[in-house]
Nanobody
């Protein structure tokens, strides 16, 4: 399993930007699928974006054009730049990882490792 630790959450005004990071250790496999999920109060956890080991990425329609997911293999970091934030982006954000490609990318059950979450509040 991979150990994941998120950081960078906080409070921001609508229209603002935030950058989240997820450091992962125990990375020993060539192929890892990494993803960001979020869960708002009273709602189900949903996929935000994923990135494969070759750098190819997929985004939820709600964040396309506003969020960018990236991975930096030398530093074992998964990141996400969020711009033009909206109040509906308020949620706990989690990073997730698995040793194989996950299909569909936002299938929660396909990820075996999860971070503890970091809160993002947009007002």
């Amino acid at each position: 399993h991979v150990q994941l630790v998120e950081s960078g959450g906080g409070s921001v005004q609508a229209g603002g930007s935030l950058r989240l990071s997820c450091g992962f250790s125990g990375y020993g496999s060539y192929h890892y699928c990494l993803a960001w999920f979020r869960q708002a109060p009273g709602k189900e956890r949903e996929g935000v974006a994923s990135v494969e080991d070759d750098g190819s990425s997929t985004y939820a329609d709600s964040v396309k054009g506003r969020f960018t997911i990236y991975r930096d293999s030398p530093t074992n970091t998964l990141g996400r730049q969020m711009t033009s934030l909206r109040t509906e982006d308020t949620a706990m954000y989690y990073c997730a990882a698995d040793a194989k490609a996950v299909a569909p990318w936002d299938w929660i059950g396909g990820y075996t490792s999860w971070g503890q979450g970091t809160q993002v509040t947009v007002s």
